[in-house]
């Protein structure tokens, strides 16, 4: 389990997402390949707090030092930021989704296309 | 590492298997039964052990269950209960699960097969792994999660999701109402179970179980009363049972989302439930009824496992004495009414906290004695917020309604108006 | 100076290599079936499969906090309601067909793989397996053990690396071992522009949301 074989992961889910987006027909499915993209973004950003090292760390006696020792744990910070805002995002691409639903009666993308009113 | 040897069941199966580990040899452990490098192996069959030791226990757990509540239902209601199969009618629900097992597995023609075999199984995989995670007495436990009663709460989540499924695998239009009202109840209730424990975290400062425990030298039950009054009644709307249990009462529905299952695959819902009560009972003695804690000579064991018999009891009871609520009854109590409890009991506890940091007992006592005044305070505000009072409903209008039997022809015009 | 404990972890590292790579197969297939089946809602449940691999080797990768609330949110609230919209919108008839660029997507993902895979081998990271240093080992995993003579931290920055012994359950308060307290500390002080603004953005999805569904000219609600 070692930092190259975890970006290695994050990299495929990546990919996959990006393979989903470009190539599906239907909204929803699109919205899952981006959520997969997210996910990817969360394993990289975790994977690099756990393997990289700060180089203040073995001093841990000041609230300073303590401050720093904590700053190791960014990832985790931003993992939480983009959990929250993923989901925040489905939500409200769901709710897009509906209303597109509600006027259109159908979820292709090629027939959403149409800008018209 | 160091959290899988603290548990003194681990660490015998372990270290009598795996030779040549320091760990072992720091805590005295000499000969083992591995040769050396295969320690992987040993870590792996402990493991594999572990799991079947605690998934018999619960499984024969939910088969006691099953017996207590058929028994104590049955004295509710005058009668005597089952008692024809084994002494006082213990080997019962070896004989439903036997008669479950032998029915007729049919499954609608219509229906997602690969989902439709999945759903039970995902009922259930979430409920055992909330047992790992509980601790029992003193070191017994699977896993003491720094994350513990956080773990239980995501875990408990994942039902909903095998609730979906189960409605759309069924395939009629009827399934996916019913399944999509039980999982906006599940939501619902999700967030005031999720706040109200709050308070206890605070008062305990971590979400591991075992550190709740240790902190609980007054039961958290007299503290934290609000918090109590609210994860216990929304654990009953998870578990799905009276009284909020319009999802699967027989007098209540034509299709729901379970009834295109049989045998075993609604056997395993059944269990489900079952588990459900039992994690939720042993979670809410984890939490609020310190545990393990108890006097001295009698095991730490038994202390827990009276408690939760103890809660068990009482849900037991609340079933047979309470009537069932209707969908729009359950969602306006849980946002309205425990919603609005929750955030008060955060901000008391908050106010609490901040003034008391790290609580002795003696300053336990006093919160508590802070608590109690507030909680019946804020129950009577909410009451009032809520509804209204039997003897204020308009019974004149009620009898435009549904007139009395008399001479005269019905008031057709004022009928209407309703 | 004697061995030194390190995190008893090395000795069953073999298990969690092994168990990573299940998961991480696990996620990886659910990602695939996602964009591969046709049936929107089967995509659905693979999705939450996947999410749940990743959420096990959030586990193993020591963020507890961020495994179960990957658990909660995604698992538990993103899977249902996108099997929720499933269910209600009643998709596409013949499911979810792939669209006419295909080769290019593929070809796209591949690309971006690749470099990304050419990224991550070439670049030399600080890895925790290449670090020998005892100390840094020692701080990483939480556990401190004394002798402060031989350790270069000692001397450049003068100060002394805590000394913990085995039986004292102070070797588990790094916080890099229990990152919830650490994560809350960081939300409210070095990232707490952040931490509201992020409020107001989910109080503006909330309001947005509802003001989607809520549409005056019809009379459903």
């Known amino acids: 389990m070692t930092l190259e074989n975890v970006l290695l992961l994050s990299a495929a889910l990546f990919s996959i997402g990006i393979y989903g987006v470009m190539s599906r027909r239907s909204i929803i499915t699109t919205l899952m390949s981006i959520e997969l993209m997210f996910n990817a973004v969360v394993v990289a950003a975790i994977a690099f707090s756990r393997f990289t090292l700060p180089a203040s760390l073995a001093n841990v006696e000041s609230p300073v030092q303590a401050a720093a020792v904590r700053l190791a744990l960014t990832g985790h910070v931003f993992a939480v930021f983009i959990i929250a805002v993923a989901a925040a995002e489905v939500a409200l691409g769901l709710a897009i989704v509906f209303a597109l639903y509600r006027v259109r009666e159908t979820t292709e993308i090629t027939d959403a296309a149409t800008m018209k009113n | 590492m160091d959290t899988f040897l603290e548990n003194s069941l ?120 909330v047992f790992a995670v509980i601790p029992f007495g003193i070191g017994t436990f699977v896993a003491d999660l720094n994350v513990g009663i956080l773990f239980i709460l995501a875990v408990t989540t994942m039902s909903g999701l095998a609730i979906v499924m189960a409605a759309w695998a069924s395939g009629n239009r009827l399934s996916i109402f019913s399944g999509l009202r039980a999982v906006a109840l599940l939501i619902s209730y999700e967030i005031p179970m999720a706040l109200s424990i709050l308070g206890v975290l605070m008062i305990s400062g971590s979400l591991a179980l075992g550190r709740i425990v240790e902190s609980q030298n007054v039961p958290f039950i007299l503290v934290q009363p609000m918090g109590f009054l609210v994860f216990f009644l929304a654990s009953l709307a998870e578990m799905n049972r009276t009284p909020f249990d319009l999802t699967e009462a027989e007098s209540e529905l034509a299709a729901g989302y379970l009834n295109d299952y049989s045998s075993m695959k609604f056997g395993l819902f059944f269990l489900a439930e079952f588990m459900a009560a039992l994690a939720g009972a042993a979670v809410i003695t984890t939490l609020f009824l310190s545990g393990w804690r108890g006097w001295e000579p009698v095991p730490s064991q038994v202390w827990f496992f009276l408690k939760m018999g103890g809660v068990l009891f009482v849900i037991i009871w609340i079933r047979f004495t309470w009537p069932r609520l209707r969908i729009d009854q359950m969602l306006a109590f849980a946002w309205k009414g425990l919603f609005e409890l929750t955030l008060v009991n955060l901000t008391l506890a908050a106010i609490l906290i901040a003034v008391w940091p790290q609580p002795t007992t003696t300053q336990l006592w006093m919160m508590a004695a802070i608590n109690w005044p507030v909680f019946f305070a804020s129950i009577w505000i909410i009451g009032k917020v809520m509804g209204v009072r039997p003897h204020q409903i308009d019974r004149t209008a009620m009898g435009a309604l549904y007139p009395v039997a008399t001479d005269e022809p019905a008031p057709a015009s004022e009928a209407s108006e309703q | 100076m004697g061995e030194p404990a390190l995190s008893g972890l090395y000795e069953v590292s073999r298990v969690v290599d092994a168990a990573f790579w299940l998961f991480a197969a696990l996620a990886i297939g659910g990602a695939v079936m996602v964009v591969t089946v046709k049936d929107v809602f089967k995509a659905a449940v693979f999705l939450a499969g996947s999410f749940l691999a990743l959420a096990a080797i959030y586990f193993l990768l020591q963020a507890e906090f961020i495994g179960v609330v990957q658990i909660l949110v995604y698992v538990g609230a993103v899977s249902i309601l996108i099997a929720f919209a499933v269910m209600i919108i009643a998709d596409v008839p013949g499911g979810s067909r792939p669209a006419r660029g295909r080769i290019a997507a593929a070809t796209a993902a591949a690309l971006m793989m690749a470099a990304l895979a050419f990224t991550t081998y070439n670049t030399n990271w600080t890895d925790i397996g290449q670090i020998t240093d005892e100390d840094a080992i020692a701080g990483l995993v939480g556990v401190y053990y004394e002798d402060t003579s031989t350790s270069p931290y000692a001397d450049a920055q003068g100060g002394t690396i805590r000394a913990a012994d085995e039986t004292t359950k102070d070797a588990r308060s790094g916080a890099l071992i229990d990152s919830t307290g650490a994560i809350g500390t960081l939300l409210i002080r070095e990232f707490v522009l952040p931490f509201e603004i992020l409020g107001l953005l989910l109080a503006a999805a909330l309001i947005g949301g509802l003001a989607l569904m809520l549409n005056p000219r019809t009379e459903d609600k």
């Open chain 2, 10 to 129: 681990f660490r015998n199966i372990y270290c009598n298997l795996a030779s040549a580990s320091e760990n072992c040899a720091a805590r005295g452990y000499g000969d083992a039964l591995l040769p050396d490098g295969l320690q992987w192996l040993a870590f792996t069959l402990t493991g594999v052990a572990i799991i079947g030791l605690v998934v018999n226990a619960i499984l024969m757990g939910v088969l006691g269950f099953i017996w207590f509540e058929r028994r104590v239902f049955a004295r509710f209601q005058n009668r005597v209960g089952p008692n024809r199969w084994g002494p006082f009618g213990l080997l019962t629900p070896v004989a439903d699960a036997i008669k479950t097992m032998f029915k007729e597995d049919v499954a609608p023609e219509d229906s997602d097969r690969f989902l439709y075999n999945l759903a039970p199984v995902l009922m259930v995989v979430p409920l055992l792994v």
